[in-house]
C-alpha cells in the first residue's frame, strides 16, 4: 500500500504544473523537507487541465501529453509518487500509466463510469468528497470504487458549499469517512477556496490554511493535500489558496507537530 498510518500523508504540489521550472522547484523543496522529516509520507501533485475554470478566458495549463511528461520527470529525477486529476474515461489509462494516484475531482465523485475506469487501473484512487454531498454519503461512492476493483482508496474533504462563493469544513468528516475503512485527507488548500469570487475565477483565503490543517490533525485525519508555488500570485489557476513555497517548511513542521500530539 502507498499510504502509511505510522507517517502523515502529505499530498503537495502547484495547482497547475505549468512548467518544469515550477515543478522543480516544488520538488526540489519537497525533497529537503522529507529529508529532515522521516515520519512523512509526500506525494506530488500537479493537473495538466483545469477543466473547470469559472471562465472560458482561465488558462487551463499544459494539456495531457505535456503534463505526464512533466509528472514521470519528476517521479523519476526526485523518487516521489506521483498524483494527477482525471475528468473523461478516455484520460485514466493514460494517467494510470505514469501515475501512483489517480485522483478524481470533487465536482465528478459521482460519476460511475469515471470512478470505475480509474478503479480498475490498479492504482490508488483518491476520490475527493463533492462540496455538494455530506460526508454520510461518501460510503456509495467508496462502494463504486469496491465494485471497480480498487486496489487501494483515499477519501479527501475539501469543505462543503456554505452559501454564495463560500465553503466550510465539518471537522467530524474525518470521522466520519474514517469510518468507511480508507484514509481520509483534508484538502487544505480548496477548503478556503472561495469559488467564482473574484470576478470570473475563485478567489481564496490562504491565511486559513494553517489553522484548518491542524484543526483536521486534531479531529483525525490521516493526511494533508496542500497546494504550493513559489509565486503564488503570479500562478495560472487558485493563486490566492496556495501557499508560497517558502513559507512551506514551517508550516508542515507545526502540522507534524499537531499529528504527532494527536496520535499520542
Known amino acids: 500500500m502507498l499510504f502509511d498510518p505510522a507517517k502523515l500523508l502529505f499530498i503537495a504540489g502547484p495547482c ?4 518544469e521550472r515550477v515543478c522543480r522547484a516544488v520538488a526540489e523543496s519537497l525533497a529537503e523537507i522529507v529529508r529532515a522529516h522521516l515520519d512523512l509520507n509526500i506525494v506530488f501533485k500537479g493537473s495538466y487541465d483545469k477543466a473547470n475554470r469559472t471562465s472560458i478566458a482561465g488558462p487551463r495549463g499544459t494539456g495531457l501529453e505535456s503534463g505526464l511528461e512533466l509528472l514521470a520527470m519528476i517521479r523519476r529525477d526526485y523518487g516521489f509518487p506521483v498524483l494527477t486529476d482525471v475528468h473523461e474515461t478516455a484520460q485514466v489509462a493514460a494517467v494510470a500509466a505514469v501515475c501512483d494516484v489517480v485522483q478524481i475531482p470533487a465536482f465528478l465523485c459521482r460519476q460511475t463510469d469515471l470512478l470505475l475506469a480509474a478503479a480498475g487501473t490498479g492504482r490508488v484512487v483518491n476520490v475527493k468528497k463533492g462540496q455538494f454531498l455530506s460526508p454520510q454519503e461518501m460510503p456509495f461512492i467508496i462502494a463504486k470504487l469496491q465494485q471497480g476493483g480498487a486496489a487501494e482508496i483515499w477519501q479527501t474533504e475539501r469543505g462543503t458549499t456554505f452559501g454564495y462563493q463560500n465553503l466550510v469544513v465539518d471537522m467530524r468528516s474525518f470521522a466520519l469517512m474514517k469510518a468507511n475503512g480508507h484514509p481520509a485527507i ?21 491565511e486559513f490554511i494553517l489553522p484548518l490543517a491542524c484543526a483536521a490533525l486534531a479531529a483525525g ?19 490566492p489558496n496556495m501557499i508560497r513555497l517558502a513559507e512551506l517548511p514551517a508550516l508542515i513542521a507545526r502540522c507534524l507537530a499537531v499529528w504527532r500530539a494527536a496520535r499520542g
Open 16 to 19: 497547475s504544473l505549468e512548467n
Open 186 to 206: 483534508f484538502d487544505a488548500s480548496h477548503s478556503v477556496q472561495l469559488p467564482g469570487a473574484a470576478g470570473g475565477k475563485s478567489g481564496g483565503q490562504r
Open 221 to 239: 485525519a490521516d493526511g494533508l493535500f496542500l497546494e504550493t508555488h513559489p509565486q503564488p500570485d503570479l500562478a495560472i489557476s487558485d493563486g
